[in-house]
């Protein structure tokens, strides 16, 4: 199986990427994210790769870090999640946030992702809370940003781009209505 692909952007689309290896291309699924950090043509990258192969179906998964393979590979193990179902939850927020929501029980996060209901989310939580590890302070920062992801949600931002912005307001805001202040702070820039 091929785990990691180092090479040149040949083609960058807003699902895949291709990477040019001593004259062979491969092409690589990716969150949009992702694609919008890897740069472009020409330039040079290094991603991990989870190999999906079924009885028509071979398909790369590329990831910039190998914490994100292994997260991917454990949402891919719950029944009745695919690799486009787990690359939307990974869309959602940092693996480290999704850790900590799965770790506490909390679904909403979850379930933010089309096609992903409550009992899929209960499953996940299920199926992956002894698998994963994440400390107990974060459990219950996530409870607070789960409402800050609500409130910018319902304010028209998608669930991702309230996630990127939540991330970069500081740790040192604690209140919820101050962290909402500060992450439409960094969405109106």
């Not at 890897?38 to 190998?66: A, T």
């Not at 997260?71 to 787990?86: D, H, M, Q, R, Y």
Request: aromatic fraction near 6%.
């Amino acid at each position: 199986m091929i785990s990691l692909l180092q090479g040149k952007i040949e083609l960058k689309t807003d699902k895949f990427v291709v990477i040019g290896i001593d004259g062979v291309g491969y092409k690589a699924f990716c969150s949009a994210p992702v694609l919008k950090k890897l740069g472009k043509q020409g330039d040079k990258i290094k991603l991990f790769i989870h190999s999906y192969v079924r009885e028509n179906l071979f398909d790369l998964y590329g990831f910039p870090s190998f914490e994100e393979l292994e997260f991917f590979e454990l949402l891919i193990s719950v029944s009745g999640i695919g690799p486009k179902a787990a690359m939307s939850v990974m869309m959602l927020a940092s693996v480290k946030t999704l850790k900590e929501a799965i770790a506490s029980g909390q679904k909403s996060l979850l379930t933010k992702v089309s096609g992903i209901g409550q009992r899929t989310a209960e499953r996940i939580i299920l199926e992956l809370k002894n698998k994963i590890s994440a400390p107990v302070a974060g459990i219950q920062q996530l409870s607070a940003d789960t409402q800050v992801i609500d409130a910018l949600v319902s304010l028209g931002y998608t669930s991702h781009q309230a996630c990127k912005a939540l991330e970069q307001v500081s740790a040192k805001i604690k209140s919820v209505e101050e962290r909402i202040k500060e992450a439409l702070k960094i969405l109106g820039k």
